[in-house]
């Protein structure tokens, strides 16, 4: 079993008008520093295979077909090994 | 009745389907039908209507899971042989999650739900969507219709976006922009002409009781066209 955890999040070429909007928060709470903010989604699949590479295959299949759209965002994930249960 | 026969795609969610049957059917006086989602067929519908509403919710994107529902694996097989296909507002975002269209809607720039008449261009009268305007009594030029939407931000690459005003492809443009839409874009149609997307509600602007009737014109440009 492993678990693919995705980050999909707005290109950077298009803006981000709720990432504006809370980086406004932020800095009218007194952190002036924060420079950007952006505001993406994060979704955690499991999947049950025993081949790091299929289960790579299949995330990246998912994202590019169903999660992210490619017109707007981009995608990236990171795949691991399950603790505690079988293959 | 003449040749149309008008298919209006009922999603979970789908909030603008009765507007768009009550136009076509009882305005119109149109041979109309509801089309469930989960059927796999569009039958011997040849004008597929797309509506209004929030599909699945807007879950993960606006669009993004009714684009996988069982009856739009027919839509597109019938836009593809050319068959006439509008989508408005969440429509309209199904239609580029499907890819019958370039592009994609974002959050409005203003991040807040815009629901107000708004004037349109029309751009390009010379389509199956847009033919009576300027004809009759249709008006020209420019018409009123409500927008309804909180993603309705169009945004293409700067390709894309040459592509469509190369090839006339962007048929109503705002008059005065509520949602950051690139180049004022409103609607736009496909290469071969017989796909529509619209964020504005054509629907609901068509007797004159709900404010503005300029929007049945759209929808007579169709039937004119079949018949």
């Not at chain 1, 989604?41 to 081949?51: A, C, G, M, N, V």
């Not at chain 2, 149109?30 to 569009?42: A, C, I, P, R």
């Not at chain 2, 708004?118 to 008006?139: D, Q, S, W």
């Not at chain 2, 609901?204 to 759209?218: N, T, W």
Request: aromatic share 8%; net charge neutral.
């Amino acid at each position: 079993m492993f678990s693919a955890k995705i980050k999909v999040t707005l290109r950077k070429s298009i803006l981000d008008p709720q990432g504006k909007a809370v980086e406004h928060s932020i800095q009218s709470m007194g952190f002036s520093s924060i420079a950007d903010t952006r505001i993406g989604k994060f979704i955690e699949l499991k999947i049950d295979t025993s081949s790091e590479e299929e289960a790579r295959l299949v995330t990246d299949e998912i994202c590019r077909k169903l999660l992210a759209n490619p017109v707007m965002e981009d995608y990236s994930f990171d795949i691991s090994k399950m603790n505690g249960e079988k293959n | 009745m003449g040749n149309a026969k008008f298919g209006v795609v009922v999603f979970p969610g789908s909030n603008c389907d009765h507007d768009a049957y009550n136009t076509l059917k009882h305005i119109l006086n149109q041979d109309t039908e509801f089309l469930w989602h989960k059927e796999s067929s569009v039958g011997d519908r040849n004008v597929i209507i797309v509506p209004g509403g929030f599909s699945y919710g807007d879950y993960l994107r606006c669009g993004a899971i009714a684009r996988f529902s069982p009856i739009m694996k027919d839509v597109v097989r019938h836009a593809s042989n050319g068959g006439i296909v509008i989508g408005i507002c969440n429509g309209f975002q199904i239609l580029c999650e499907a890819g019958l269209l370039p592009g994609a809607l974002i959050r409005n720039a203003s991040l807040k739900f815009v629901c107000k008449n708004v004037t349109l261009k029309i751009e390009n009268n010379n389509t199956i969507f847009t033919g009576i305007y300027g004809k009759n009594n249709a008006p020209a030029g420019e018409i009123t219709v409500p927008v309804a939407h909180g993603d309705g931000n169009y945004i293409c690459d700067s390709d894309t976006l040459k592509s469509l005003n190369d090839n006339n492809q962007v048929v109503f443009r705002y008059k005065n922009n509520p949602n950051g839409a690139i180049d004022d874009i409103a609607g736009i149609i496909n290469k071969k002409g017989n796909v529509l997307g619209m964020m504005p509600h054509p629907e609901r602007a068509s007797e004159s009781i709900v404010g503005s009737s300029d929007g049945r014109y759209l929808f007579e440009s169709i039937i004119s066209h079949l018949n």
